[in-house]
């Protein structure tokens, strides 16, 4: 039935479509470029169907060849589900969860004692990166969790945590004593779309003034920020997902706990199917299970 079949020549177009070049391709599978090239030609003969477009500026997958990917990826992802029970421990008990460095160190790492405990036979490489990891070109990565403010329809994803931002100050800090507190910003939430700032606050909490104060303390990294406000600098505006800790452990309290400004929601991702694979599935149930503990 299956005799026919030119595997080589659908791997070498699976991994250009996926990858988005045949460079790319060809260094992921340890062939040349060309060599691709040759196998995509051939499986387009043998199809009958043009499966790359050939523009200046590379390639780009016909209608033919976006069918063809999208079923391609769905075998190959059964095939190596086929095979990883019979392949050596450490090839299959390793989840790769791609994240922001804050998440990681702030939220997820604390919590991965739980996980080893009722899997103590998967072990979790957390890789971190303020950038999008681009699932579909990085086979390597099994699950993302990234703060979004949309669902992405190309994967499948799950809603871990809603995020809302407010105010937090350290212990002993009470209006009186500053009326013009010390702001801790966060540049990077200026560049997000939708992720509240000061100003945002302060107008809802009828604290203008508070933004006329020279001198904010500027941290590029949210894990800095949270540790300047629990050294007494100042005040931070913060993720209650990424302060839940701090607080729990008494180094911060919220100020004015009833305005939270609703920001992203934190998400688990992967790519169709992979969620049916087990240590994916063990990981996302022990993610949600965590997320609905009071604090979290």
């Not at 479509?17 to 043998?46: C, D, N, Y």
């Not at 999208?70 to 989840?95: M, W, Y």
Request: hydrophobic share 45%; net charge negative.
């Amino acid at each position: 039935m299956f005799a026919q079949l030119p595997l080589t020549a659908l791997r070498g177009f699976e991994s250009a479509a996926r990858l988005g070049s045949f460079a790319a391709a060809g260094e992921e599978l340890g062939v040349t470029p060309a060599a691709i090239s040759h196998q995509v030609k051939a499986l387009e003969q043998w199809l009958g169907a043009l499966l790359f477009e050939r523009t200046g500026q590379g390639v780009r997958l016909s209608d033919a060849g976006k069918r063809l990917q999208a079923g391609l990826h769905q075998a190959f992802l059964g095939l190596n589900a086929a095979v990883a029970p019979l392949l050596p421990d450490e090839a299959t008990n390793t989840l790769v969860i791609n994240t922001t460095p804050a998440f990681a160190s702030l939220w997820l790492i604390p919590r991965l004692a739980d996980f080893y405990a009722r899997c103590p036979h998967l072990n979790v490489r957390v890789e971190t990166g303020e950038e999008l990891v681009d699932l579909a070109r990085d086979a390597s990565v099994h699950l993302a969790v990234r703060a979004t403010f949309r669902a992405e329809p190309d994967l499948y994803q799950i809603s871990l945590l809603e995020e809302h931002f407010g105010v937090y100050t350290p212990h002993g800090w009470s209006p009186s004593v500053a009326q013009a507190p010390v702001l801790i910003d966060m540049p990077w939430a200026k560049s997000i779309p939708g992720t509240p700032d000061w100003p945002q606050w302060c107008a809802l909490a009828n604290h203008q003034h508070w933004l006329a104060r020279p001198g904010r303390r500027v941290y590029a990294d949210e894990q800095h920020g949270l540790l300047a406000a629990i050294s007494g600098h100042g005040l931070v505006l913060a993720s209650d997902v990424l302060v839940a800790d701090s607080v729990s452990k008494g180094l911060l309290r919220p100020y004015l706990p009833h305005l939270r400004l609703p920001a992203a929601t934190y998400r688990l991702s992967c790519l169709p199917g992979r969620e049916r694979l087990p240590a994916v599935r063990m990981f996302m149930d022990w993610a949600l299970e965590m997320a609905a503990q009071p604090g979290s």
